[in-house]
């Protein structure tokens, strides 16, 4: 029934009963790993078995497909009175099977991106185990499986081959600091991805413009031409992760939440019933990022337009009507606010909001502290958020064999011809979203004062 595209609000067929056998296939350890998605997405015709029950994977893939939108727009009550059905592992084989029988030219990072939560018994095959489905290198071969290596080498030759072969540094976007150093993801670690539209997203921005990246290593350190735009004064709670619901809905309204994002009272934004605020006011754009789905259902974003804002408006009001009753069938989205919806949690998931000492708001890492700088690297479609590590090399401490320590961890061995004495080493954070920058602008005004940003 959920493959005919069938309305499961009140249909007393999708009793909890039923959604909880649904779930138990769904949970199956079979789903969640890394090597189910080439063996899929190649396969000319694929079949799901279990025991001796057979089923097409078209099923599976129509019904979640037709969940998701369900459940985000006309029938969302149901999804918030069962556990919503996990569809996600699914909808993203088959986009890839989409793309692939479309001989569509693919690179590997938004497929490292898309599976990276899947599970491998050996760390190396969260990259091996995709390079089959990787169709276009850049300007150098493909990346060659090796055994012989450990995981943390094979993760720094693969950062470092796919900034060479695209001559940029995107592959670090969304970054998880690994134990071989903060620039070096780590995909090992299920936390990686809060919320893996979140590429989709990124997509829609240019911060560096055509800028080149300009990327060395030094031992273990990473060298980048970057550009220092400012510094973190103020940050906000954590925001709420996870799907809408009213546990989420009274995060959003806690008023050292919401403050980050509406428009001051005085624009007269609370005290106007039917949600109508200041025409100019931008607040809301950094809620979503300045990025909105583009149609229900599906993870292709576009920048946000100023027509935008009625959703915002809209969004706000429902927001508030669930935050303030328990009563959960008065909340409800259509389409389009399920869209808006959708982006914000893609957004949001595991961030926080910040403000710089210039007063330019963004959104950023959840661990980030007072004080973390904001970048762009030559070549990166966004800024990142770094942490200044040091501002010399004896306040690093050599532990012997050139071997450097700062808090008990353990960082690079430098070749002291390539240091430059003082140097500030950097911790990196991860991406953001900096209200202002993430078209080129610093490109176009604050080139001239770019300068190497050491990232170990």
């Given at each position: 029934?959920?493959?005919e595209g069938r309305h499961f609000g009140g249909n007393p067929f999708f009793t909890p009963e039923i959604i909880k056998t649904l779930n138990e296939i769904l949970q199956h350890p079979w789903w969640t790993r890394i090597w189910v998605v080439q063996e899929t997405v190649v396969a000319t015709r694929a079949t799901v078995l279990l025991g001796s ?358 960082f690079v061995k430098i070749d002291d011809s390539h240091l430059i004495s003082p140097v500030t080493i950097h911790f990196l954070l991860g991406d953001c979203f900096y209200q202002g920058f993430m078209d080129g602008e610093a490109i176009d005004t604050l080139f001239s004062y770019r300068q190497i940003l050491y990232l170990a």
């Amino acid at each position: 029934m959920l493959a005919e595209g069938r309305h499961f609000g009140g249909n007393p067929f999708f009793t909890p009963e039923i959604i909880k056998t649904l779930n138990e296939i769904l949970q199956h350890p079979w789903w969640t790993r890394i090597w189910v998605v080439q063996e899929t997405v190649v396969a000319t015709r694929a079949t799901v078995l279990l025991g001796s029950v057979a089923a097409s994977w078209t099923i599976f893939a129509q019904a979640a497909k037709n969940y998701e939108r369900h459940s985000s727009s006309c029938c969302p009550a149901f999804n918030m009175r069962h556990t919503p059905i996990h569809t996600r592992d699914i909808l993203d084989i088959k986009r890839s099977r989409a793309v692939w029988k479309c001989q569509s030219l693919t690179t590997l990072l938004p497929l490292v991106w898309q599976f990276r939560v899947r599970q491998s018994t050996d760390p190396r095959d969260k990259i091996y185990a995709l390079l089959g489905l990787a169709t276009r290198w850049g300007s150098c071969p493909a990346f060659e499986p090796d055994y012989s290596k450990q995981w943390t080498e094979v993760y720094k030759k693969f950062i470092l081959h796919m900034i060479a072969a695209f001559r940029s540094v995107d592959i670090l976007l969304a970054v998880s600091p690994s134990c071989a150093g903060s620039w070096i993801p780590d995909w090992t670690r299920d936390t990686a991805a809060k919320h893996p539209d979140r590429l989709h997203q990124l997509e829609n921005y240019n911060a560096s413009k055509t800028a080149a990246a300009q990327v060395e290593l030094h031992g273990d350190v990473l060298t980048t031409a970057a550009i220092r735009l400012s510094e973190i004064v103020e940050i906000s709670p954590e925001l709420p992760l996870g799907d809408t619901n009213r546990a989420t809905a009274v995060q959003w309204y806690d008023p050292d939440v919401r403050k980050w994002f509406l428009p001051s009272k005085k624009q007269g934004y609370e005290n106007d019933g039917a949600g109508n605020s200041a025409s100019q006011d931008s607040s809301w754009r950094l809620l979503c990022a300045d990025s909105i789905t583009k149609k229900s259902g599906s993870k292709v974003a576009r920048r946000a337009e100023v027509e935008d804002q009625e959703l915002f408006d809209s969004w706000w009001l429902s927001i508030k009507a669930l935050a303030r009753t328990a009563n959960a069938s008065l909340y409800g989205f259509n389409d389009d606010l399920g869209r808006f919806d959708h982006a914000v949690r893609t957004a949001t998931g595991g961030r926080r909001f910040f403000r710089t000492w210039d007063g330019l708001y963004g959104l950023g890492p959840s661990d980030m502290e007072l004080g973390d700088e904001v970048w762009i690297p030559l070549s990166s479609r966004t800024p990142f958020v770094a942490r200044k590590m040091a501002s010399n090399t004896d306040s690093l401490g050599d532990c012997g064999n050139g071997c450097l320590r700062l808090r008990g961890h353990k960082f690079v061995k430098i070749d002291d011809s390539h240091l430059i004495s003082p140097v500030t080493i950097h911790f990196l954070l991860g991406d953001c979203f900096y209200q202002g920058f993430m078209d080129g602008e610093a490109i176009d005004t604050l080139f001239s004062y770019r300068q190497i940003l050491y990232l170990a």
